[in-house]
């Protein structure tokens, strides 16, 4: 039997992790498995689904690189094919005809469950059963003529030849009808497994109020595809040994349902920012160039003389702490101007602190008498000669020399910090934090 899974989202406008998440297992699924993914667009409340919300579901696919094997298919067109199947169940007598509401408007067409207890063995929850008390009859066609959601739902995947349904939590309840409707039309059910839910750190749905909740949000942000990818895949799956970081080859040979954990998967952003800067170090050299330099032109830091060979310096200097290529201008951006901002409470602690600026005017010669090229190595051995012959600490050495050549009191190691500036910067901040502050103190 050829495997073939699908995304059947509902086009609002935006795409919430949770849904793209069931997207990335029915996809890493059916590729692993050597079938096809296949999309169906629900669109059947016209308000809501306009080209512009599905153009938004495509482009998300696009971007994490969800290839579809179908046209994609759109429930609207279908609804002939929903009503047939309705008067094929009136019919059986599977269904039947209720003036529901009252209204007078016409009849609903009401599905009649079965009367019996009804089990299903989802694939990640195990088998689940329903009390025939709690299973009532449900309307599929509505007085107005419209199919309802569960109608076009089963009669699209029977259509598809969908063999398994991978979808969230949210639709457990939905299966039991689902169930009968397939036993009553006399079509084999594809098997079922419901993801479990995303959460917030206090266990209750992610939503909106949590944080970025929808895929353009994180592409706006400069989260790479590869990195949201591997992170969703990870929330709530598990390759089986201990690795996080995975190519989409990687999780495609790696996949299985059993390995869909059923628990709750809590969604941390620091977790996935990690993720990000993790695929970001892995991306080719010239690519985390052209990343680098795109997020500082928008920030304003760019200047076209600034060297390749500088950036590079700066991006090993800053290393696991920049996790997403914006964050190097907004951690750092004096690396890239020499009009820096002065933080307030660094120069208040570090700078106009009794004996800071003596200190740093023994460090400027300290530091002068240092010869180019600036390296870790010797200038950390010129702050400690210093420290050592005027029997101070390495501690008092290092807060006020790194507070003058970057304005802040957090950074990369001073050492490499102070290699990555050269020489010449370094010598003319500390000169002008002096002549600056000297004054103040
Ligand atoms: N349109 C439904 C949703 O987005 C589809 C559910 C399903 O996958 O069957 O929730």
Redesign the pocket.
């Known amino acids: 039997m050829r495997i073939r899974t699908r995304f ?3 086009p609002t406008g935006n795409v919430h992790i949770g ?1 793209i998440r ?1 997207a990335i297992y029915n996809w890493l699924f059916a590729r692993h498995e050597g079938g096809e993914f296949l999309l169906r667009i ?1 669109d059947t409340d016209l308000a809501r689904s306009t080209p512009e919300a599905v153009r938004t579901v495509l482009d998300s696919l696009a971007w994490l690189g969800l290839t579809v094997d179908n046209e994609p298919l759109y429930q609207s067109t279908q609804r002939e094919r929903h009503l047939e199947v309705a008067e094929e169940l009136l019919s059986k007598g599977a269904a039947y005809r209720e003036d529901r509401g009252g209204t007078g408007r016409g009849e609903a067409v009401v599905f009649k469950m079965p009367g019996c207890d009804i089990t299903y063995d989802d694939l990640i929850k195990g088998p689940i059963t329903k009390k025939a008390a709690d299973l009532k009859d449900f309307v599929i066609v509505r007085s107005d003529g419209s199919p309802v959601f569960h109608l076009g ?1 089963v009669v699209d995947d029977i259509t598809m030849g969908i063999t398994h ?1 991978i ?2 939590d ?2 457990v309840e939905n299966t039991f009808k689902h169930a009968a409707m397939y036993a009553a039309i006399g079509a084999p059910p594809p098997r079922f497994a419901h993801l479990p839910m995303i959460v917030n750190a206090q266990g209750k749905p992610y939503s909106k109020r949590d944080g970025d909740a929808y895929v353009g949000e994180f592409q706006e942000k400069g989260f790479l595809p590869e990195a949201l990818f591997n992170a969703l895949a990870l929330l709530g799956w598990s390759p089986g040994d201990d690795r996080e970081i995975l190519t989409r080859e990687e999780m495609i040979e790696a996949f299985t349902l059993e390995r869909v954990r059923s628990s709750p998967s809590q969604l941390d952003m620091t977790k996935l920012l990690w993720f990000n800067g993790q695929h970001l170090k892995r991306r080719a050299p010239e690519e985390q160039v052209a990343g680098y330099v795109a997020a500082l032109r928008q920030q304003g830091l760019w200047r076209e003389d600034i060297s390749e060979d500088y950036l590079r310096a700066v991006i090993a200097c800053m290393g696991e702490r920049v996790r997403l290529y914006s964050e190097l201008g907004e951690q750092a951006a004096y690396f890239f101007t020499e009009d820096y901002v002065y933080d307030e409470k660094s120069v208040r602690k570090r700078l106009l602190k009794e004996g800071a600026l003596g200190i740093l005017r023994e460090e400027l010669s300290a530091l002068e008498a240092v010869g180019e090229p600036y390296t870790a190595a010797n200038t950390e051995e010129a702050l400690r000669a210093l420290a050592e012959q005027t029997g101070r600490t390495m501690g008092d050495m290092v807060h006020p020399v790194r507070v003058a050549v970057s304005g802040t009191a957090v950074g990369p190691g001073l050492f490499e910090l102070l290699a990555t500036l050269g020489r010449a910067r370094v010598l003319a901040r500390i000169r002008r934090t002096l002549e600056k502050f000297e004054t103040q103190e």
Do not use: C, L
Request: glycine letters at 8%; a negative charge.
């Open positions: 059947a989202p509902s849904n069931a629900e739902n349904v979808r969230g949210d639709h």
